[in-house]
């Protein structure tokens, strides 16, 4: 899950096509300590692991299916990304806690009362 919040505004160091995937090295602020290998990082809305990390900079491994669905193909040395970290406990959470606000979850009881289960999700407007 992610915040919402854009941290940094990372920029495209080197995009290589690999034997199955599309692989983008990511120059950024972020501090390369704070970043775990397997790490999930939002770049401009999609979701992508890390796999390596330099001092300066990370990669990320693309598939096939998320270069057909996104923009990420088009991707090029230079290009500018907005980044945004997964969230942790504790963290503002953006549109999460305006989204969250606006939903109202409706439980009830089944026939022999004891068991609460789901019944709707919907947008609480009052």
Same mark, same amino acid.
């Given at each position: 899950m992610f915040t919402g919040i854009v941290s940094d505004v990372g920029?495209?160091?080197a995009v290589r096509k690999t034997d199955r995937d599309l692989r983008i090295e990511? %120059? $950024?602020a972020y501090d390369p300590a704070a970043i775990d290998i397997g790490a999930s990082i939002? &770049?401009? #809305?999609c979701c992508l692991t890390v796999v390596e990390k330099g001092e300066d900079w990370f990669a990320v491994e693309v598939s #096939? %299916? $998320?270069v057909a669905m996104s923009t990420l193909g088009d991707w090029a040395p230079g290009r500018p990304v907005n980044l945004e970290r997964a969230a942790r406990a504790g963290?503002? &959470?953006g549109d999460l806690e305006r989204d969250l606000e606006e939903l109202r979850l409706t439980m009830v009881r089944d026939?022999? #009362?004891s068991d609460l289960r789901r019944t709707d999700l919907q947008a609480d407007h009052g």
């Open positions: 920029r495209v160091r990511i %120059e $950024t939002n &770049h401009a #809305g #096939g %299916e $998320t963290d503002p &959470h026939a022999r #009362g």
